[in-house]
Antibody, heavy 121, light 109 residues
Framework: QLQLEESGPGLLKSSETLSLTCTVSGASISSRGFYWGWIRQTPGKGLEWIGSMFYSGTTHYNPSLKSRVTISGDTATNQLSLKLSSLSASDTAVYYC?????????????WGQGTLVTVSS | DIQMTQSPSTLSSSVGDRVTITCRASQNIDVWLAWYQQSPPKAPKLLIYKASILESGVPSRFSGSGSGTEFTLTINSLQPDDVATYFCHQYYTSSPAGTFGQGTKVEIK
């Protein structure tokens, strides 16, 4: 059974860089045909697709975040990672790791439990 | 970006009622639409994808329809377990990014 578990710091300061790791079990991130992605959720803005990585390593990012985001995968550890730079309070959100299926933006078939990231000024 | 607008924002119905939620896209997205259910503090759960395909394991009382710019999620015979917030999500490949609706909160009267 596929499981995704996010980990990383829960509290960061403005201008710092967020680094999150998603540990995947029950499937390989190099499995043909799947996208693996990150989505975040805030009470104010709702759900926001951040970006995704195809099994081959090709990445796609939301244009609104593209200049600050990097998504990568480590096939040796079967982990997906997210880096978001130049943080501000508006980046405070629950961040989800996800398996998306065959399309770059979704659908999101499997979600991690989410991790709350708070950015303080 | 393609804007997704859901209505209503909140609805309250009785157990056994048929419930319909609407999602409108600001431009044509063909059938590239998914529906999710979220019961806090849990992550969203996929119910429907490609507008009308039921995800494996999802009860058959959930159904989706629509294409182009207008879509509906229907819950036949509302159950107490269905109290949650429901989100639509367009994943049209020709758009610059996937986007979500703002959510519809479903309550039991």
């Amino acid at each position: 059974q596929l499981q995704l578990e996010e980990s990383g710091p829960g509290l960061l300061k403005s201008s710092e860089t967020l680094s999150l790791t998603c540990t995947v079990s029950g499937a390989s991130i190099s499995s043909r045909g799947f996208y693996w992605g990150w989505i975040r959720q805030t009470p104010g803005k709702g759900l926001e697709w951040i970006g995704s990585m195809f099994y081959s390593g090709t990445t796609h990012y939301n244009p609104s975040l593209k200049s600050r985001v990097t998504i990568s995968g480590d096939t040796a550890t079967n982990q997906l990672s997210l880096k978001l730079s130049s943080l501000s309070a508006s980046d405070t959100a629950v961040y989800y790791c996800a398996r998306q299926g065959a399309y770059v933006y979704g659908p999101i078939h499997n979600w991690g439990q989410g991790t709350l990231v708070t950015v303080s000024s | 970006d393609i804007q997704m607008t859901q209505s209503p924002s909140t609805l309250s119905s009785s157990v056994g009622d048929r419930v319909t939620i609407t999602c409108r896209a600001s431009q044509n997205i063909d059938v590239w639409l998914a529906w999710y259910q979220q019961s806090p503090p849990k992550a969203p759960k996929l119910l429907i994808y490609k507008a009308s395909i039921l995800e494996s394991g999802v009860p058959s009382r959930f159904s989706g329809s629509g294409s182009g710019t207008e879509f509906t999620l229907t819950i036949n015979s509302l159950q107490p377990d269905d109290v949650a917030t429901y989100f639509c999500h367009q994943y049209y490949t020709s758009s610059p990014a996937g986007t979500f609706g703002q959510g519809t909160k479903v309550e039991i009267k």
